[in-house]
């Protein structure tokens, strides 16, 4: 079987090779400065990153059984194809959420204490003269109420921060929360759960606004020149998401025009970003290049469960986070 990795991740392509190399698999990295397609047509398994698994690469890819992606992401992967051509397509659930949730909580602190102009002013020698702000008492509003959302919940509440959830399913949200408040071992973390019909409401509210939602057709755009308009003009917004899940232009408008406040992404439209992209002219907006979910730990387990997959497809098994099942 050969395996092809499609992806940046650091520290993934030295786990996955080694572990998939003795158990018999050939395993090649995929070089992005050459053609993708011809390296790809031979692959009985894709793992891809931020790779566009689209119609083309599914028909020159004749071999190919399974696209497994790094993280929990599946937006840039043409499901309905894959499945009609009987690929399964599996993803890494529930395991950096904590790696992103910690990322969350620095990208507000930073914004909080306008660590980006401080930096530009130690950087030529002056005197720093940067006032930052403290998270205690500020309102949060997290949009997507999953596992990160809730890990991010449970630390900004240490802060001292008033939580708001926008959600999906809000009355099992509520629920959980209410069996949470019951169990002393637990922390009480949100202190308001709305349905999505509410989420301009919320955003009037919010003092630092932090997307954790999947990209669907539901919520591509999600945050438009609408929503910026209702946001306090002292208001931060933060994406570890996906890009698209925000107005790219209704962004930059309200950031150059003072709008909001500022806004950090892990996350960018196009990948790796553009360092000539007007956003990132900006002294009101700070990206990271989509490291949030990437740490050691979290890595280690993504391609333990990687590997897991891939050894149950060459046994002819489903893998245990297949988001498709093939037509037979």
């Known amino acids: 079987m050969i395996v092809k990795i499609l992806s940046y991740a650091v520290g993934l392509q030295d786990f996955l090779t080694a572990k998939l190399k003795g158990k018999g698999f050939t395993v090649e990295t995929v070089d992005y400065s050459q053609e993708l397609l011809p390296q790809l047509k031979d692959a009985d398994v894709i793992i891809n990153g931020l790779g566009i698994i689209d119609r083309s ?6 071999k190919l059984k399974l696209v497994h992606q790094v993280g929990i992401g599946i937006d840039n992967v043409d499901i309905g194809y ?7 397509v ?3 659930p529930s395991i950096n959420y904590i790696a992103v949730a910690d990322h969350t909580i620095f990208l507000m602190i930073y914004l909080a204490k306008n660590m980006k102009n401080a930096g530009s002013s130690l950087m030529k020698r002056r005197v720093v003269n940067i006032l930052g702000s403290e998270l205690r008492g500020k309102t949060l509003l997290i949009i997507g109420l999953g596992a990160t959302g809730l890990e991010v919940a449970k630390r900004a509440k240490s802060f001292g921060m008033h939580i708001i959830a926008v959600t999906k399913h809000p009355a099992s949200k509520k629920k959980e929360n209410a069996l949470r408040q019951g169990n002393e071992d637990e922390v009480v973390v949100i202190d308001d759960i709305k349905g999505l019909e509410d989420l301009q409401e919320a955003i009037s509210k919010a003092d630092y606004i932090s997307v954790h939602t ?3 057709k539901e919520t591509l755009g999600m945050i438009g020149m609408d929503e910026f308009s209702l946001m306090k003009s002292s208001a931060y917004l933060i994406n570890v998401a996906r890009a698209a899940i925000v107005d790219g232009d209704a962004l930059y408008t309200s950031l150059a025009s003072r709008k909001i406040a500022g806004a950090a992404f892990d996350v960018f439209w196009e990948e790796p970003a553009d360092p000539n992209d007007k956003l990132l002219k900006l002294d009101n907006f700070v990206l990271t290049p989509h490291i949030a979910g990437w740490t050691s730990e979290s890595v280690e387990e993504s391609a333990r469960l990687i590997a897991t997959n891939i050894e149950r497809i060459s046994q002819g098994e489903i893998p245990l986070t297949a988001v498709t099942i093939p037509k037979n």
């Not at 690469?57 to 004749?62: R, Y």
């Not at 894959?82 to 399964?88: E, G, N, Q, R, Y």
């Open 57 to 62: 690469l599914i028909e020159s890819s004749s």
């Open 82 to 88: 894959c499945t009609s051509k009987s690929i399964l």
């Open 90 to 92: 599996a993803n890494v």
């Open 214 to 216: 999947p990209l669907t």
